[in-house]
């Protein structure tokens, strides 16, 4: 009985000892070498390697903001943002809560105008950080006091994305908006 369980252990060694040695070979000899080593093996993989980790603005984009709000604050999302005139207090909105603001928006390429309440003369109301507005408002609205009124560059991936808004918003463009938050309850 001990015999037999000794000689299945010295089986299983010497079987395993025979596939590290083929592995060995194969790995030193470059048997199965490809053909253009450090190119993607399938079209999966080239997908992946050809995604950017992390968006990125267009060379054009980057140009305007280096030339008109060079001095903005950065997020670590990529939004940026100028404040205007400080707000009062320290209380911010919470999540769920109803923001009210008055805003302009306008594309960060040339300029146009593309949406503002203050053409309705009407404000805009809606719950902050549900996702009922893009993400870039979201994240910008949480961070506001009342009162406050900024000017903010929403990156293409925190607007309306890849596909953009079209006829209104192209594909890939980031967004300059002068947001003015009135209330929030």
Do not use: C, H
């Not at 320290?90 to 390429?109: C, F, H, N, S």
């Amino acid at each position: 009985m001990v015999k037999s369980s000794v000689m299945r252990t010295l089986y299983i060694f010497l079987l395993l000892a025979a596939i590290l040695v083929a592995i060995a070979f194969v790995a030193r000899s470059g048997l199965f070498t490809r053909q253009q080593p450090g190119e993607p093996a399938n079209k999966y993989m080239r997908e992946v390697m050809d995604t950017p980790k992390t968006p990125q603005l267009s060379t054009e984009e980057a140009a305007v903001i280096d030339t008109k709000y060079n001095t903005a604050s950065v997020t670590a999302s990529g939004l940026r943002y100028l404040i205007r005139t400080p707000g009062t207090g320290d209380a911010k909105p919470q999540r769920g809560q109803e923001a009210t603001v008055q805003y302009e928006g306008r594309l960060l390429r040339d300029g146009a105008k593309f949406d503002s309440s203050y053409d309705r003369k009407e404000p805009f109301t809606f719950q902050v950080g549900v996702g009922q507005v893009i993400a870039g408002w979201d994240a910008t609205v949480l961070d506001m006091k009342k009162g406050e009124k900024r000017t903010v560059i929403i990156p293409w991936w925190l607007a309306y994305g890849a596909r953009g808004r079209p006829p209104v918003i192209p594909p890939k463009a980031s967004l300059v908006f002068d947001i003015e938050l009135l209330d929030f309850r």
